[in-house]
């Protein structure tokens, strides 16, 4: 999968509220104009978005999102469900086939960019990139998805300057508060 695609879709996956390298990150679905202005921001046309098309980009992201492993979602959603609603055809791009927005030429459309995204994740679900995705073990406040290059597949952190040092610091301080309740058992 091109770098260029891999970043759109990650992107949309990442778009939800939570911290990332210290910054927070506001939810783009979280009212019309955080998502036009997250589409707008990402080389589209002001989109223009009405309440069903919102709810269909929540149902997608949900959908992709519980298909990643250490994602903070219980139940994968319907994604076939979500498919359908998104316009689709196959397109023949730099001489390979592609799935794309239907309307793709139309960019002024929310579910041409949704479908563009879901035709992505197929994408990379059928060459293997998806099988690399995680989210940030730092549950509480990342949940970051990334893509693990690691030759083992052992990453398990977005960042281990960020989150892998803070996961550290907790672990050390809870093996000393775990030492100190040992001795404090031990001298009783
Ligand atoms: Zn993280």
Not at 9 to 14: E, K, P, V
Not at 96 to 111: E, K, M, Y
Not at 167 to 172: D, E, N
Request: hydrophobic share 40%; proline share 4%.
């Amino acid at each position: 999968m091109r770098d260029p695609d891999l970043h759109l879709l990650l992107d949309f996956l990442n778009a939800h509220h939570h911290a990332h390298d210290g910054v927070w990150v506001d939810d783009c679905l979280a009212s019309e104009q955080t998502l036009r202005a997250h589409f707008a921001g990402r080389g589209w046309p002001d989109v223009a978005v009405h309440g069903a098309a919102r709810g269909v980009a929540y149902r997608l992201r949900n959908a992709l999102s519980a298909r990643i492993p250490g994602s903070y979602l219980p139940a994968p959603g319907d994604l076939d469900g979500v498919a359908r609603e998104l316009p689709l055809r196959v397109a023949s791009i730099e001489g390979a086939p592609r799935l794309v927005g239907a309307d793709a030429d139309a960019t002024d459309s929310l579910c041409a960019h949704l479908a563009r995204v879901l035709g992505l994740a197929y994408e990379a679900m059928t060459d293997g990139t998806w099988a690399r995705l995680k989210a940030c073990r730092n549950q509480d406040d990342c949940q970051w998805v990334f893509l693990d290059r690691s030759k083992n597949r052992s990453r398990v952190w977005c960042s281990m300057e960020t989150c892998g040092t803070t996961a550290k610091v907790r672990a050390y301080r809870a093996r000393q508060r775990a030492a100190r309740d040992d001795l404090g058992a031990a001298a009783k």
